[in-house]
């Protein structure tokens, strides 16, 4: 250790060992209940402080800050790290193997019914066996995701109780420097201003006033530590939070292993079950119905066969119907002929009155000339 390095005192705690089951509530952080041993403590270390001291001043409860720092940083590593969204996508990946599973049929009519009948359970089988395959694999992946979040769950709880104990060296810090900058300033600092003022050499006013600049700079530091204890007061609900998150995710995951992939493996059993006790009734089903489809179509197609060669022997070369319109047609045309043509006689004698005015008109005007 070198001749002129300052030893600067510490606060240092021991973390208290977690209870075995921590209530994941999001909990505020008061003011510590001190011991009488922690409160000598403080009283110990408050008269320890040297504001006199700049280096003192300046590593002042530096080293909790910095475990504060480190432990800040672990968490949000140990939160960055796990991905929740991971144990969504395997929950929704059992949703859709279980919708995947369609125990209902496409009818398109009673020929394709009719030849899926026989292979309809082999084909129920054949996805039953895929669906419970693909929901067993993703269970598994979701029993170990659960074993994880369990032990990050344990994690969150130390991680608590560290954070609680960083918490209170914090605040033995704040206590301590405030009980030393309230005596430096009540007592140590009016003492250096009337020995100023007594003495009237400027170098104990400069001592009162490098004092009177100590108390500022280190009620500075003390600002800065109760910055640094608001960080871990919101740690506290944090934290909680983050294990909250984990348990209702387990629980989800345990929910879905224990209850829904059970039911819906009984109802699957049970589908499979009923459809093969109801296969014999509905393939005969069937063949009745198409056998009567079969002969209402046959007789249908046999009518209409019937009803329209009998009409078309009936008719014929030229329809009565024709004759009547080309007649109607043509006596139309006629008409209409004889109207065109006595229309234009009429326009013709029209045209020959306005041109007898129009020269009229030009003569008189003419005469009106001369």
Not at 53 to 67: D, F, H, P, R, V
Not at 68 to 82: G, H, I, P, W
Not at 185 to 195: F, I, N
């Amino acid at each position: 250790m070198g001749q002129n390095e300052v030893i600067t005192p510490e606060l240092t705690l021991e973390p208290v060992p977690a209870p075995s089951a921590a209530p994941l509530t999001q909990a505020t952080a008061p003011e510590p209940m001190l011991t009488p041993a922690e409160q000598k403590m403080v009283d110990d270390f408050s008269d320890k402080i040297d504001l006199t001291n700049s280096n003192q001043i300046l590593q002042y409860g530096a080293g909790t800050q910095k475990k504060m720092a480190d432990f800040s940083e672990s968490a949000l590593e140990n939160v960055r790290t796990k991905d929740l969204g991971e144990v969504g996508q395997m929950l929704s990946g059992v949703v859709a193997e279980l919708k995947s599973f369609d125990v209902g049929e496409d009818d398109k009519g009673i020929f394709a019914r009719f030849k899926r009948g026989g292979n309809k359970l082999i084909a129920m089988k054949a996805r039953y066996a895929k669906a419970e395959t693909n929901v067993d694999q993703i269970c598994d992946a979701m029993e170990a995701h659960q074993v994880q979040l369990l032990k990050d769950i344990s994690v969150l709880d130390k991680m608590y109780e560290v954070n609680k104990t960083y918490f209170k060296e914090l605040s033995m810090y704040l206590l301590a420097g405030k009980k030393k900058l309230e005596k430096v300033r009540s007592v140590d600092l009016p003492a250096l201003q009337k020995k100023a003022m007594e003495s009237g050499m400027p170098e104990d006013a400069q001592a009162a006033n490098d004092l009177s600049n100590m108390c500022d700079r280190f009620e500075k530091k003390l600002h800065d530590l109760e910055l640094t204890r608001m960080v871990s007061i919101q740690m506290a609900p944090q934290l909680r939070l983050v294990q909250n998150n984990d348990l209702v995710m387990s629980e989800k995951i345990q929910s879905t292993i224990v209850n829904t992939i059970p039911l819906w493996k009984s109802q699957m059993v049970l589908a499979l079950g009923v459809e093969h006790s109801t296969q014999a009734a509905k393939a005969q089903r069937e063949v009745t119905d198409m056998t009567n489809e079969l002969l209402r179509k046959n007789a249908d197609t046999l009518k209409m066969a019937t009803i329209e060669t009998q009409k078309e022997s009936e008719r014929g070369i030229v329809d009565i119907e024709t004759l009547q319109h080309t007649n109607e047609t043509l006596i139309s045309t006629l008409d209409e002929v004889m109207q065109i043509q006595q229309e234009g006689r009429e326009k013709r004698a029209q045209a020959e009155q306005e041109m007898r005015k129009l020269e009229t008109d030009l003569k008189n005007k003419l005469l009106q000339l001369h």
